[in-house]
Structure formats: C-alpha cells, structure tokens
C-alpha cells in the first residue's frame, strides 16, 4: 500500500514539498500499528504534502482550482500513469463535437450505406485533425521554453515530466462531454470557456513542473497558440471544414 509507494518513489527522488518545490526524501513516517507522521521540509518547514491526508474529491477540488500545491501533489507524490488515455479520450471527445457540429450543418438523411460511410470517415478526420492541432500546440510550447530556458529542458526525463504535466492538465476538455448533452445553442459559449480553462491550467503546470514565474509559461502557451493556428488555417486553405 503506502509503504510500497512511499519506497518506490524514495528511490525515483520524486518527492517535491507542495509549499516550495523543493526535493523532499520522504512524505511521511510510518511508525506501525496505524501511527503516522507528515514529515517537515527542511527548507520551508511547512509540511511535504499535506494532501497524503485528503479525500481524492478534495484534491480534485482543489486542482481545479488550479492551486499550485494540488499540482505538485499529483505531479510529484502521486504515480499516475493515466496521461496518455486522458490525452485520447479528451481527443476523442473533441473529435466527436466537431464531427456532431459538421452533421447538424448537413442536411442529408439519406440512410445509404455510402452515406454512413462517408460519415463515419469524417469523424476519424476530426479526430486526425484535432490531434494534429493539439501535437502543433505542444509542439510550440516545448521551442518556446526550450529558446528561452534551456537548462529546464535539458534531459528527457524533463521533457517527459513537462509532457505528462501538460497531458494532465488538459482534463478540462472532458467538459466537452456535456456541452455535447445539454443545450447545443450555449455550445460555441461553452467551448470558450473550456478552452480558457485548459490553458489557465496548462500555464499552471507548466510553471509549477518547472518552477517558473507566472510570465514564461504564458508565453509559450502564447506561441503554441499561433502554432497551432497556423495549422487550422492550412486545414481551411485544403478546403477541409475543422
């Protein structure tokens, strides 16, 4: 259980103090029969992480709240390995609103079979294209910090923690879920929204994975923007409907 956990990740180094990002060797100390104790951090000498004592529903409060300190507990003391499947589901879930999009704007009923088809092949195009709009969003986040801070990037281990961080934080996008269910009018309101959301949160990850001040993460979040509309207006100068 958490004593398993507690060891593996001791011996990752993968502990961060929630309060001040410093390197921490333990979270707490099991004295047996039940008796725990929250270690200190040397540095800040505030608790490591408060949150090993939360309710999951706190926590994900919590992060929703884009507090820094929710984000280095989930990055940082917890082993979740649900980014890549968060990532596909979230694309999925895009791909399907836009493909929902394309066939309220169509007023063909015909039931043909190469009707279904053609339909169904629209949706493995949204779903194409989404992926490639968010890949050139990432894309210009990683040059961005990589032209003004090399250091942060400079082992893969960085670029995949900055990557999973990323990944992570775009969960917001499962609110796409219900803006497909309910009223389909607020639907382009809704999208707004949810897309402040997710970038809000992924300048938080961004900053707290690399311990960065509030400006740099906006600017890379900034130049992955125009990336990534770069490659919508090259999709509407092919014709296609994204």
Known sequence: GRGVLSQAM??????RCIECSREAAELYRDYQRGVLRISICKSCQKPVDKYIEYDPVIILINAVLCKAQAYRHILFNTKINIHGKLY?????????LRWLQLQDSSQNTDPDDLIRYAKEWDFYRMFGIASLEQTSFLVGIFITLWWMRPEMLKTKSDFILLLKALLLSSYGKLL???AVIWEHDYTPLCLAFIKVFVLISNSQAIRVTLNLNRMLPWLAIFFGLILENGVVCLFQRMGWDV
């Open 176 to 178: 796409l879920i219900p």
């Open 10 to 15: 001791a011996a990752l180094g993968g502990y």
């Open 88 to 96: 596909v589901f979230c694309l999925l879930c895009e791909a399907y």
